[in-house]
């Protein structure tokens, strides 16, 4: 009897992995704008990781001979109004968007995923109390939201990340819940229950699993929407105080000289495409990859 | 319907009490003395005191929560500590700026966003489905702004259709239309991407329904089919995307308001940034939530509309 239950408890436990790298090459095969993504975003991953080696100059170094250098064999970008390499400070502006983006996303995947299967696995006054508070949440939208963190906390790196953060939770806490809720009805995890598994157990080992695969394609799509909503607070005026190099921020001077020097605005705005359109491909392909309707579908 | 309606009136209140109450909370945990963050460095005691005083810092907090509410319900959002105008004269003034550049560009995004998302949907696979997959997702990931400038470089620098500033004040209705061309259309972009997406997976979804292989099958025409059974009932999923990202296109009309130059409640938002006028910021975080419920509730309502069953639930 236990060895049956046991059975049916343990969902087969290489179909997890299984299920998402046969996803993964299935995606990849089929969709070759997730290719695309994924080797753009790792390309921006590795300049940012090994940022003073792709830099030509210090982000910081003025050059007051070399203002507003058009783009040049020693200034590839060109240079801004204090003579600084426009190249070199997105190269290192990388880094911020990056870490940023990674951390305040990550750690609102942690709390709203980890929030949203308790919600959905214990229900209840539990579940009332998380989802009233979502709800409120996801009245604003992540600009604003970000806006007003930003403005009464004051920018700064751990604020910035809170602000994207308060406002990504809940996305992730919707994304887990609903099918938190339809898996505590399936046998494995009735069985588990029945073995007398503790629920931190259950949700743990058995629950989060298999919604994992759901978790990453928010994920690499809330990471686009944080890397937009920070350069977006940077160019409001909102980001990593100067003389730091932020793309939105970039972006804010070069906003200024738009008339007479256009490359100041134009390639930090394209790094910003890149990024974004490059996570955005990578969500899309996991989603097409993962999404059970396009499968029966045999595509 | 107007049962309907008075039940989504009724939601919205809990809703927005805890947003206030959220607004609230954000304002009292600013690091430091708001007196003394207004007033600089330079202030003398007995300045801040005063400030204090005025700002009713003194009182108890859940006092001070009492009154903010209370101000809120006879719509008193606050007073400018820079003009000594009230945040309600202030954003009255440039109201009518931002709902005509959100409007417009919901206009924009849908008239772009529905024939392009149905159109790709027929074609799946096929090149027109690519290509607008292709533009759907760079619509998605430019940032307005981003967007914005090059619009203004290309078309108000170099070729000078529009102007670079936008007019305020009287001005014709050409040149205040001229003057919404590339802020609508750069705003307009983010939404028309949102709806191509939604329309072309809602789209695929009915296309493979029983009922359009039925309505096939007895000879109806194909444009017929997509037009009468198709398109009506993929645009409800569509209706419910465009409510939850009216919330989107108001936080981006910042972004654009900034980059066009044109007056509205993202530059007054941006002008208080700039100098710590706190009881502006506070007042217009009320104003734009508020926005925002009222654009949920005029979702759910057009929701109604386009989907009758919804009315009788």
């Known amino acids: ?299 | 319907m107007a049962r309907y309606a008075l039940l989504k009136l009724l939601y919205a209140i809990p809703t927005l009490l805890s947003v206030l109450i959220l607004v609230f909370v954000l304002t009292r945990v600013i690091p430091g003395d708001p007196a003394q963050l207004i007033l600089g460095d330079q202030a003398t005691p007995e300045a801040i005191a005063n400030l204090r005083d005025q700002l009713g810092l003194n009182q108890p907090i859940w006092l001070q929560f009492l009154h903010f509410l209370v101000g809120v319900l006879h719509g008193d959002f606050g007073t400018s500590i820079v003009s000594g105008q009230s945040v309600v004269s202030l954003a009255a003034n440039v109201l009518p700026s931002t709902l005509e550049l959100t409007i417009a560009s919901l206009v924009v995004g849908i008239v772009f966003g529905v024939p392009f998302g149905a159109w790709s949907a027929m074609h799946r696979n096929g090149i027109p489905d690519i290509v607008v997959r292709i533009g759907s997702l760079i619509g998605l990931s430019l940032p307005a702004f981003v967007f914005g400038i090059m619009l203004l470089i290309v078309f108000s620098v170099q070729l000078g259709w529009f102007p670079v500033i936008s007019p305020s004040g009287n001005v014709s209705l050409f040149a205040r239309l001229q003057a919404l061309v590339l802020p609508a259309i750069t705003l307009g972009i983010l939404m028309a991407a949102y709806i191509t997406r939604v329309t072309r997976s809602s789209m695929l979804q009915v296309l493979g329904e029983d009922f359009i292989r039925t309505a096939r099958a007895k000879g109806v025409p194909w444009w017929q089919v997509v037009r009468r059974h198709a398109l009506r009932n993929a645009i409800i999923p569509v209706v419910t995307v465009v409510g939850l990202y009216l919330g989107v296109l108001i936080g981006n009309s910042v972004l654009t308001e900034m980059v066009f130059n044109r007056p509205g409640l993202g530059k007054l938002i941006v002008g208080a940034l700039a100098q710590r006028d706190y009881p502006v910021l506070q007042g217009l975080m009320v104003l734009y939530t508020i926005l925002i419920i009222i654009a949920n509730l005029l979702t759910d309502l057009a929701y109604g509309v386009f989907n009758p069953r919804v009315r009788f639930a």
Request: with cysteine; charged share 15%.
């Open chain 1, 1 to 299: 009897m236990t060895a049956a239950l046991e059975t049916a408890a343990a969902p087969p436990p290489r179909t997890i992995g299984l299920r998402l790298a046969r996803a993964l090459w299935k995606t990849a095969t089929a969709n070759a704008s997730m290719i695309v993504g994924v080797v753009l975003f790792l390309a921006v991953v590795v300049i940012a990781i090994f940022a003073p080696v792709f830099a030509t100059h210090d982000p910081l170094d003025q050059d007051l001979l070399a203002r507003l250098v058009p783009p040049t064999y020693s200034h590839w970008l060109g240079t801004d109004a204090f003579g600084r390499d426009i190249w070199s400070r997105i190269v290192y502006g990388a880094r911020i968007s990056l870490v940023i983006g990674l951390v305040a996303v990550g750690l609102a995947m942690i709390v709203g995923t980890s929030l949203g299967i308790v919600s959905g696995y214990l229900g209840g006054w539990v579940d009332q109390a998380i989802s009233q508070g979502t709800n409120i949440l996801l009245a604003f939208p992540s600009l604003i939201l970000g806006l007003m963190v930003v403005a009464f906390l004051g920018p700064s790196i751990p604020n910035l990340i809170a602000a994207i953060s308060l406002a990504t939770i809940p996305q992730f806490i919707r994304v887990a819940r609903a099918p938190t809720m339809a898996l505590r009805e399936r046998d494995f995890i009735q069985a588990c229950r029945a073995l007398g598994y503790s629920p931190l157990r259950i949700m743990l080992r058995h629950i989060l699993p298999n919604i994992w695969p759901e978790i990453m394609v928010m994920g690499s799509l809330w990471l686009a929407t944080a890397i937009r909503v920070e350069a977006s607070l940077a160019f409001i005026g909102l980001g990593v105080k100067p003389p730091t190099a932020t793309w939105g921020g970039m972006i804010r001077e070069g906003f200024e000289q738009i008339l007479t020097s256009f490359w100041l605005a134009v390639f930090p705005s394209l790094a910003i495409l890149v990024v974004v359109l490059a996570l955005n491909m990578i969500g899309d392909g996991l989603r097409d990859a993962l999404d059970p309707r396009l499968k029966e579908e045999g595509r």
